[in-house]
């Protein structure tokens, strides 16, 4: 529980979190000889109030990750756009809510069909917007997980049609993958996950050159560090910065 008492205390408290946050990515990149540069911190502030997410801007930190279309338009919204800082839309997207996703949101992590692609590339039209994407794959095979299935390399030819045409799609740009590995006590567990999103990146690259494969955003709170040893570039992390969610979410 965070037993936060005003809001000077709340800020020194998400400061002291994203200081060892940052230190806890050096020491990552150190172990495998990455530049922590290379490492993007989004700020995943689902669950949290407009309040809190005001404090880290305060602190410089200026990238957010939302997952429900709804409940971030209300705080980017409230929060009033300020220059500078980003909103990236994490969650799994339903097609109703694509035109508020490029009203609202720079980065989409979470384009997980042909279906949402098409129409987020009809409202990126209609806005003259160009929408930065990431695939979401399920690399894990885990049920629960949306994403592209991606479990089975020897599968990976059949997502070539639907990648194909999301890359012709003029107003979507694709700049990489998206995963999300299961959770694990021991984060270590994580690893063969995020090889396997690494490996179907370089798949991706042969077979589909042209394209941008370049971001690989994976890793949250209990596992960023493996992820960043297995090369992620973008890391989305919540809890660890910002503390408990004051409400469970089922995500
Ligand atoms: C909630 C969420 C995160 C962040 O999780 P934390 O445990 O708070 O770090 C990252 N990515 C996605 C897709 C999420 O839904």
């Known amino acids: 529980m965070n037993n936060v008492t005003s809001i000077d205390d709340l800020k020194s408290q998400i400061a002291n979190n994203y200081q060892q946050v940052k230190e806890r990515i050096a020491e990552a990149c150190l172990r495998v000889h990455r530049s922590p540069e290379e490492v993007t911190l989004v700020v995943v502030t689902k669950g949290h109030s407009v309040e809190r997410i005001r404090c880290a801007i305060e602190l410089g930190l200026n990238r957010f990750g939302e997952n429900y279309v709804e409940e971030g338009s209300e705080k980017i919204e409230a929060i009033g756009q300020p220059k500078g800082i980003e909103w990236h839309m994490i969650g799994h997207i339903q097609s109703r809510k694509a035109e508020m996703v490029v009203q609202y949101f720079d980065v989409v992590h ?78 270590e567990h994580t690893r063969p996950v995020f090889r396997k999103l690494v490996e179907l990146q370089g798949y991706l690259r042969t077979r ?22 297995e090369g992620a570039t973008i890391v989305r992390i919540g809890q660890a910065i910002l503390g408990e969610r004051p409400v469970s979410l089922g995500v």
């Open 110 to 187: 979470s384009l997980d069909s042909l279906k949402v692609a098409r129409r987020l590339e009809r409202f990126a039209t209609q806005k003259s917007k160009i929408v930065p994407v990431l695939l979401e794959c399920n690399v894990s095979g885990e049920e629960s997980k949306f994403g592209f299935f991606a479990s089975d390399p020897n599968a990976w030819d059949d997502l070539l049609p639907d990648f194909i045409e999301i890359a012709q799609l003029p107003h979507l740009e694709i700049r990489g993958l998206m995963t999300m590995a299961p959770f694990y006590e021991n984060p």
């Open 208 to 229: 589909l050159p042209e394209v941008c494969w370049d971001e690989l955003s994976m890793g949250m709170s209990s596992d960023f560090e493996v992820a960043i040893e």
